[in-house]
């Protein structure tokens, strides 16, 4: 079975500083990873995904994600961030076959003026 | 291309009635998934569709939800004799078996329970 830990429930950081939320998941058989991001009352946007190659994975609005096996450890950074992203952040892992998310239990990031 | 829909967006029910949800998914996305999200909570899995065929089912779905996908397009969430423990976001994803699975989501049917 697979399992998903995200560290920190809530995140404060100040406008145009740098960011990283922490996901780390179990598995004994290969996994794909994904960030999600979700904003009040709506569904899941798809931030970026990790299936394979390069561990270092780009996705929208300045986010990128690095796939680290040894530490089975998918961290979520973004360089400079701005008010419009705060949200709350999920990070996801499937297997082949039923291809279904577990997901972690969600980081608050919270950008400050 | 218009997403994933769901349908009705908002449902306040009274304890034991049945309430009803439906999920538009991408047109020619094969699989169809249901989550519930609770507060301050993670979705999790509830069951998934390839096509027509439901071929997982969570132990989290009683024997009160029933879900279908009669002609491999869209699905139906039902909740019977509904209790307050089922307030919840319920999700709906779709997505082609040919994306290695990446999911979109739906807006989601918030369900209160009174």
Known sequence: AQSVTQLDSQVPVFEEAPVELRCNYSSSVSVYLFWYVQYPNQGLQ???????????????????AEFNKSQTSFHLRK?????????????????????????GTGTRLKVLA | DT????????KITKRGQNVTFRCDPISEHNRLYWYRQTLGQGPEFLTYFQNEAQLEKSRLLSDRF?????????????????????????????????????????PG?????L
Not at chain 1, 81 to 89: G, K
Request: proline share 3%.
């Open chain 1, 79 to 103: 360089p400079s961030v701005h008010i419009s992203d705060t949200a709350e952040y999920f990070c996801a892992v499937s297997t082949s076959g039923t291809y279904k998310y577990i997901f």
């Open chain 1, 46 to 64: 798809l931030l970026l995904k990790y299936l394979s190659g390069s561990t270092l994975v780009k996705g929208i609005n300045g986010f990128e």
């Open chain 2, 66 to 106: 029933s879900a279908e996908r009669p002609k491999g397009s869209f699905s139906t969430l039902e909740i019977q004799r509904t209790e307050q423990g089922d307030s919840a976001m319920y999700l709906c994803a779709s997505s082609l078996v040919s994306d290695i699975g990446t999911q979109y989501f739906g």
């Open chain 2, 109 to 113: 049917t918030r369900l209160l329970v």
């Open chain 2, 3 to 10: 997403g994933v829909s769901q349908d009705p967006r908002h």
